[in-house]
């Protein structure tokens, strides 16, 4: 474009830097080529469609639509401690969990890297702006922490000097939780994450320890990211310990089961010294039952591993609903009895479609044919009446 070469990183810092494609906040650019550099250089990828809040302000979730038509959802949760952006990968998913409203619309397309560091930039524009407040909203059960972040807990910024003004926090973990499978949608998802954790101008200067890269298991891509000398921590969708039961709430188990994948999961560990975030979907009568617990304790136990249940949030239509409290506690109690630690992941957001592709799902149910079920889906199984006194 007949620009100096420095053009690019004060383009970069802008964009990485103060999260802005506006040329009316680049003074340091000369007036002239302004619209062009940002016109040229930083499209804008991603329209905000909706836009929805609760916990006080605290959770704002983002539906997107791309150049193409395309809906993609992001959320952004702040804490006292820290502030998580959860991104999606993909439009939709092709991988057909039948529990998951992404899942049962099929996949639309990948996302580009570009794409997946708009949703970023857009959550840390809003922070920087001031428009999500507290940190303090009503989060998590008493006994286990929350942890929709299963990377742990960065300090949003250095502590404040006493006469400092408050700065607003910045964001300090990025999970790949939203829509889509991000090892399918592989070299974005990996480009994306090194655009996000290197030191602004090249990226955002996130942490790579604070970023967690969900999969459903597909085992030659866990591989290959163990390969890639990232630190970014390895989330996995077990949801069930025995192939029987995976074969039908992640179809993909049938490709690779539960074995398989765990040993990659292991691999990855090694290879990272990473703790492995086992995700569990608690599903009532699905695969909450006592003696799963302890099939999953024992596959876990003495792992470089932590569990991290998820109340079910059940989709629209679904028959299916998260697990009763009691048997909910008895699942932690059991893990814990094998030595594996657990928590239980809070549930922000249930109000306002927060999990992953409710808020799409509801968006296109008009213009959209649900992908078939590629599985039968399993009824819930009646529970026997409990006989003991104080369950
Ligand atoms: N495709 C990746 C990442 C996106 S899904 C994966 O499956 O890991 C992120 C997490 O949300 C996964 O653990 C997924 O199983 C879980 N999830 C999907 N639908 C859910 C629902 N309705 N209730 C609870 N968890 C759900
Ligand atoms: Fe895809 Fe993950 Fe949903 Fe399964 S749970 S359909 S892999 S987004």
Redesign the pocket.
Known sequence: MGQPPFRASQLSRHFFGRYTDQTDEMSDLPQASREPLAQALLPRLLTAERELSCDGGATRKTLWRTFDGALVESVLMRYPDRVTMCVS?QAG?G?G?P?????QAGLTRNLSTAEIVAQVVAGARLLADGQIPGGNAPSKPSRISAAISPGGTHPPGPPLGKNDPPKPPRISNIV???????LANYASVVAAVRRLTEPVPEGMGISQRSVTV???GLVPAIARLAAERLSVTL???L?APDDELRDTL?PVNRRWQVAEVLDAAWDYAAATRRRISI?Y?LIRDINDQAWRADALGALLAGRLAHVNL??????PG?KWTASRPAAQREFVRRLEAHGVPVTVRDTRGREIDG????LAASASASSRTPAPSPVPIPSPVPTPTPTSAGR
């Not at 529990?99 to 899942?103: K, P, Q, S, V």
């Not at 790949?176 to 991000?182: D, N, R, S, Y």
């Not at 999990?355 to 409710?358: N, V």
Request: glycine fraction near 10%.
């Open positions: 990968s998913c991988m969990c529990f998951c409203a992404t899942g790949f939780m939203g829509m889509g499978e991000p969900s999969t459903v989330a996995v969708s949801h992640v995700e979907a998820i109340p079910l949030n059940p989709t679904s999990a992953c592709g409710q």
